[in-house]
């Protein structure tokens, strides 16, 4: 089994930065796609981002690009997610994700996940 692990959220001012940790742990994990999702309160969970195991493909929603930068370090098995210009509405709870799997657009319609983290909150105050 394999554990994904969120760390770096918090509370930050609109027009700030954080960036988000996700850590996996437990038995050989590789050749899959990690990422990011969020969930606002009363919203859909959403995609934000993914990133494939070596690094070089990397998908974003929309509606973030150029504010999000995703990234990870395979070595370490973790992914990051830079955030910045953040808006109150980008104030939700951001689960990190897993799937073994090369096809990053599968990865961004969430389906058929391996692994979830439990996630870390984010709360950008206007």
């Known amino acids: 089994q394999v554990q994904l692990v969120e760390s770096g959220g918090g509370l930050v001012q609109a027009g700030g930065s954080l960036r988000l940790s996700c850590a996996a742990s437990?038995?050989?994990?590789?050749?899959?796609?990690m990422g990011w999702f969020r969930q606002a309160p009363g919203k859909e969970r959403e995609f934000v981002a993914g990133?494939?195991?070596?690094?070089?493909?990397?998908r974003y929603a929309d509606s973030l690009k150029g504010r999000f930068t995703i990234s990870r370090d395979s070595d370490k098995n973790t992914v990051y997610l830079q955030m910045n210009s953040l808006k109150p509405e980008d104030t939700a709870i951001y689960y990190c994700?897993?799937?073994?799997?090369?096809?990053?657009?599968?990865?961004?319609?969430?389906?058929?996940?391996?692994?979830w983290g439990k996630g870390t909150l984010v709360t950008v105050s206007s």
């Open positions: 990133v494939s195991w070596s690094g070089r493909t990397t």
């Open positions: 994700a897993a799937k073994y799997s090369s096809d990053t657009y599968s990865f961004s319609r969430g389906d058929g996940m391996d692994y």
């Open positions: 437990g038995r050989t994990f590789s050749n899959n796609i």
